[in-house]
């Protein structure tokens, strides 16, 4: 275990060596602040949100009757409308006041920035590997008193390692963006949203915590996905490539196939488990316990494909 | 020459059903440097992957210090610091920091173990700067710091010289010297280059289309008893021709203003007087240590790769 440890620190030092990591973490962090300069600007211009108003109370039961008309109207598209009424009444049976964009929405719309990291976190999964065959430096690796298949799982650890850095990176920093450009909001700030049909209350930190969470469970696939292919053909451009698009198109690989009755042992069906908090899923009959299975699975697969080529090949002319 | 550090026992590698060595039998001692002679293509690099266990072994096995390669990859590879062909490290990291990678690999080795190692190899000065702006011979040193960290008993250098200059291939030399003789170490250095070999090595094994085709100790090859080529460099030409027909009992060419015969070392002195004796004057004498070589070469023969 302690020379686990040693193993993910020689890692860690290579990753943070290497001037590419850190124009990655550069380009986050131009990313996250640009959007919030650009915000604030665009707000300002706008001038729609000002300070909270005295009467919110009244605001909301007026817009809560405005909606109730358009319900009467149209029924057929009551949904959305039906949740903003609940929501609205809890408001106001609780004394919660909503809550203009400070912070805390700001951290919300960051979350579209972990695509990115997944993006990065595929080029550091698809390179960790193949990088010591293309500088040659893995025969210097493999001779030292340690098993191959520890030292592959320092790397994907490392890997993993990388994604909750970046996560946490951008979870901080959209924080302090938000709170330096939109106002401090407290943790416990209640956040509001609809189950099975009844309004719950959360504080806003878990909230938004899990939803990053839950949004990198498509990170950790591809990225364990490029492992795999990397170390398999130990071309990093083909893994990145590869997995890459299948990031991209995923969605439409699933659609494609929905009618199929294994469609739901796709990996891209299941690879977003927001599906089971909020809103319904894309293939029916998904749960949540089959999804995390047919998760498991596949890590199981691709990390036991990478461990196959990884300890069985010879080392030959790199 | 006393305890066997690494045995190779019947070591046998085929690729896609087409055997690449054929079984390899020998030893190596502690303290005593072994050559692995052959030429391009001959197996010296996948005998040598195949002791570090960074290729599979087809058949037979390799102990080191008794451990068994195969069976027992951990402890028979910690007795073992080695290069495998070029010294390839992290260009963007210092070389301490290269160092400081490998140390925390092996348990045990201490910053003032990797300050010693740095010092051994005279890098003390430039041990900070990234690797990318070393020279080759500086890389090569950093590689052979990398392979003494942790003390080993047997140092594995593929083609140690390979880019070195001159004074570089000497320093290397002298310091692999150093290391047989007063640590004890065994090192196996394979190369391509003979007169190399036989300035480092106390033996040298040669291999060619992965068999071990001779076995000898760099002594034996240059017996004191074995004719040698000599070349003469004497005035007038002529007439010393003519001495040195009489005087060796053989054939005398001439080549280049050079006279060129054969005779034991022995004689020598007694040519030389005889020489002298009838006034011819003598610039130079040279003695070939081509034996070797010839040997080489006659045994390699002019057979392709198989």
Same mark, same amino acid.
């Given at each position: ?7 993910? +620190? ?5 990753? #943070? ?16 602040? /640009?959007? /919030? ?35 009467? +109207?149209?029924? &057929? $598209? ?11 009444? #809890? ?38 590997? %193949? ?18 298949? +520890?030292?592959?799982?320092? +790397? ?18 959209? $924080? ?14 209640? #956040? ?19 939803? #990053? ?36 198109? &995923?969605?439409?690989?699933? /659609? $494609? ?10 990996? $891209? ?9 909020? /809103? ?25 494909? %990478? ?12 | ?6 045995? *190779? ?15 390899? =039998? ?16 001959? @197996? ?21 210090? @008794? ?18 062909? =070029? ?10 920091? =290269? ?18 190692? !740095? ?23 950093? @590689?052979?710091?990398?392979? *003494? ?12 010289? =390979? ?21 004890? !170490? ?116 002019? @057979?392709?790769?198989?």
């Amino acid at each position: 275990m302690n020379n686990f440890i040693q193993l993910i +620190k020689n890692e860690q030092m290579k990753m #943070y060596s290497q001037t590419a990591t850190w124009v990655m973490l550069i380009i986050l962090a131009v990313l996250v602040v /640009g959007i /919030g300069v650009f915000f604030k600007v665009d707000g300002m211009l706008m001038e729609d949100s000002g300070e909270p108003s005295e009467n919110w109370e009244e605001q909301l039961q007026a817009e809560n009757e405005q909606l109730q008309q358009e319900i009467d +109207k149209e029924p &057929g $598209f009551s949904g959305m409308n039906e949740e903003t009424i609940a929501m609205n009444q #809890y408001r106001l049976d609780h004394e919660i006041p909503p809550d203009d964009y400070d912070a805390w929405n700001f951290v919300q719309e960051n979350r579209s920035n972990i695509s990115l990291i997944s993006l990065l976190t595929i080029i550091v999964a698809a390179s960790i590997i %193949a990088n010591e065959f293309k500088w040659g430096t893995i025969k210097l690796l493999l001779i030292r008193p340690i098993s191959r298949t +520890k030292i592959l799982a320092a +790397k994907y650890v490392s890997v993993l390692v990388y994604a909750i850095t970046m996560l946490l990176f951008l979870y901080v920093l959209s $924080f302090i963006t938000g709170s330096l450009l939109f106002g401090f909001a407290s943790i416990n700030e209640p #956040y509001l949203f609809m189950k099975d049909g009844e309004v719950q209350e959360a504080p806003i930190f878990q909230h938004t915590a899990s939803q #990053y969470l839950l949004s990198s469970v498509n990170l950790v696939m591809m990225a364990t996905f490029a492992f795999m292919i990397s170390t398999v053909f130990r071309n990093s451009a083909l893994a990145i490539g590869v997995a890459i698009f299948l990031m991209m198109s &995923g969605n439409t690989i699933v /659609g $494609f196939f929905a009618n199929q009755e294994w469609a739901k042992y796709i990996l $891209f069906a299941n690879t977003d488990l927001n599906q089971f908090f909020t /809103g319904t899923p894309m293939i029916s009959g998904l749960t949540l316990g089959f999804s995390i299975t047919v998760l498991i699975a596949y890590l199981i697969i691709f990390l036991g494909l %990478a461990w196959v080529f990884f300890t069985k090949r010879d080392v030959t002319n790199a | 020459m006393s305890e066997s550090i690494m045995e *190779l026992k019947n070591l046998k590698k085929t690729i896609k059903g087409k055997p690449i060595i054929k079984g390899l =039998n020998f030893s190596i001692q502690s303290g005593e440097v072994f050559g692995f002679l052959g030429p391009n293509g001959a @197996g010296k690099t996948t005998t040598i992957r195949m002791m570090a266990g960074l290729m599979r072994m087809s058949e037979g096995d390799v102990y080191i210090q @008794g451990h068994s390669v195969k069976k027992n990859f951990k402890e028979a590879i910690q007795h073992v610091g080695a290069i495998v062909e =070029n010294p390839e490290m992290y260009p963007f990291m210092s070389g301490r920091k =290269n160092l400081v990678h490998y140390a925390r690999m092996v348990p045990g080795i201490t910053k003032e173990r990797i300050d010693e190692v !740095v010092q051994l190899v005279g890098l003390e000065n430039r041990i900070n700067e990234k690797v990318s702006k070393y020279s080759l011979g500086m890389r090569q040193r950093l @590689g052979i710091a990398q392979a *003494l960290l942790h003390k080993p008993s047997i140092l594995i250098l593929d083609e140690p010289t =390979n880019g070195l200059d001159p004074s570089g291939i000497r320093e290397i030399r002298a310091y692999i010297r150093r290391l047989a003789s007063e640590e004890g !170490v065994a090192v196996i250095v394979s190369s391509h280059i003979l007169s190399e070999m036989e300035l480092m090595c106390d033996r040298i094994g040669i291999i060619k289309n992965g068999e071990l085709i001779s076995m000898q100790s760099v002594n034996d090859a240059l017996e004191e008893t074995d004719k040698k080529e000599v070349f003469l460099e004497a005035e007038p030409i002529n007439e010393a021709q003519g001495v040195l027909k009489e005087a060796v009992n053989g054939k005398v060419t001439t080549q280049g203003g050079q006279l060129i015969f054969t005779a034991k070392r022995e004689e020598l002195p007694s040519i030389v007087q005889k020489l002298v004796e009838h006034n011819i004057n003598i610039y130079g004498v040279t003695v070939s240590r081509s034996t070797l070589e010839d040997k080489f070469l006659n045994l390699i023969g002019e @057979g392709a790769i198989e």
